[in-house]
């Protein structure tokens, strides 16, 4: 579909960590949430249930995999894992770190944004080691 751009962009203006013929793995460039991952099914899908059982387990295993490695190396308060397609109604789960001093915090990050904002120096400095171990675990 021309009008889907993550069908037409295949990193969905971020960058493109790994991708197979079904899949693919961008970390999204967003300044408040390093860290921020997309797992984008190639294929335009508007929902889980379009895919077979088989094709939903390989790209869970792979939400799984980001998620673990989020975790590993960013050490977020929490995890949000979204798949909404409300805006772009092509298959796609959002893997968001958190952390209570965050834009948003508790609130989704698609909430207005708290006044004051923090400075996520320390966790932009570890998006080449998230960029690495997702590399090596994706292989």
Wanted: a negative charge; aromatic letters at 6%.
């Amino acid at each position: 579909m021309s009008s889907c751009e993550l069908c037409v962009s295949v990193a969905g203006g971020s960058d493109l960590l790994h991708a197979t013929e079904k899949w693919r793995v961008v970390l999204v460039d967003d300044a408040n949430y390093p860290g921020f991952c997309r797992v984008i099914w190639n294929a335009h899908v508007k929902e889980m249930s379009d895919l077979s059982e088989s094709e939903r387990n390989e790209m869970m295993a792979v939400v799984w995999i980001v998620e673990q490695t989020i975790r590993d190396v960013m050490a977020p308060h929490k995890i949000n894992l979204a798949s909404l397609g409300n805006v772009v109604p092509h298959l796609h789960w959002h893997i968001i770190p958190r952390y209570q001093d965050d834009a948003h915090f508790p609130n989704p990050v698609w909430a207005v944004a708290k006044p004051i904002l923090p400075d996520v120096s320390v966790r932009m400095a570890l998006l080449p080691s998230l960029r690495e171990e997702l590399l090596k675990r994706l292989k």
